[in-house]
């Protein structure tokens, strides 16, 4: 899980020649309001699709030495919108590409692109000024090749290569304005109401099926809870067998020292 860090009191005067928006300033200058107890999570996947060009209708001006074409995003999860709380993301390609390091201000936050080969992409994700947050880096490894199941065939059909993780953003104790937004916007065009989150309320809200396009769902959730709760019973089974084998050995030392 991905947690920005809290910013703590600041003891001196800022410089304001860094600072980028007025919010900045003004959460610089003062003690930022925040709502004590409350933790709000958003969920969102980030990773990427390529194919493989078509020799028969390759696009025109591409670089010859590019074999595919691919995408870099962040998403919200089953196409929610997360530009109430993302603001911006910046993506650094290899530094190969010109103008290797690009920002996305606005959905979709992806960039496409042409290439040969894989490398490691490191998107820093900026939050809406009211979050009082800073900037968090993750990062995506680019695939341009199958590399599971029949590789050699996937090759020949040309199939989508995709890559893509989940990952949830946690507000520890937001300011009172993104507590705002985040319990008044409406993430799927439904309002909660002023003061709808409750204390200890998870927020991440997942689909309840599966799609193609997202395998993360409440119903993968939780599958996966009740593998974690048969693999605790597992334990706590062998736990219990251990303490009784040592039990029985405690007891047989003790007899032999009677002896």
Excluded: C
């Excluded at 001196?12 to 919010?23: C, F, K, L, N, R």
């Amino acid at each position: 899980m991905t947690t920005p860090d809290v910013p703590p009191t600041p003891t001196v005067a800022p410089d304001h020649s860094t600072m980028s928006s007025p919010y900045a300033r003004k959460y610089a200058n003062n003690r930022v309001p925040r709502v004590q107890g409350i933790s709000i999570y958003r969920p969102f996947v980030y990773g990427s699709i390529a194919k493989l060009f078509d020799p028969a209708n390759r696009p025109a001006g591409i670089n010859p030495d590019h074999t595919h074409q691919w995408s870099v995003y962040v998403r919200g999860v089953d196409g929610e919108d997360i530009s109430y709380w993302l603001r911006k993301v910046q993506f650094k390609l290899h530094e190969t590409y010109p103008n290797s390091l690009r920002t996305i201000e606005a959905p979709p936050f992806e960039v496409t692109e042409t290439g040969w080969g894989e490398f490691e992409v490191q998107i820093k994700m900026y939050f809406v000024p009211e979050a009082a947050e800073k900037p968090q880096t993750i990062w995506h490894f680019l695939r341009l090749h199958p590399w599971e199941g029949d590789v050699e065939a996937k090759k020949a059909r040309r199939e989508v290569v995709g890559s893509q993780s989940y990952e949830e953003i946690l507000f520890n104790e937001p300011t009172e304005t993104l507590f705002e937004v985040m319990t008044s916007g409406p993430p799927r065009g439904k309002s909660k109401g002023k003061g709808g989150l409750k204390r200890g309320e998870r927020t991440a809200e997942l689909p309840v099926g599966d799609t193609p396009d997202n395998p993360f769902s409440q119903r993968a959730e939780g599958a996966e809870i009740d593998r974690l709760r048969e693999a605790k019973k597992t334990v706590e089974r062998l736990i219990g067998e251990e303490r009784g084998k040592l039990a029985e050995r405690e007891r047989v030392m003790a007899e032999l020292n009677k002896k």
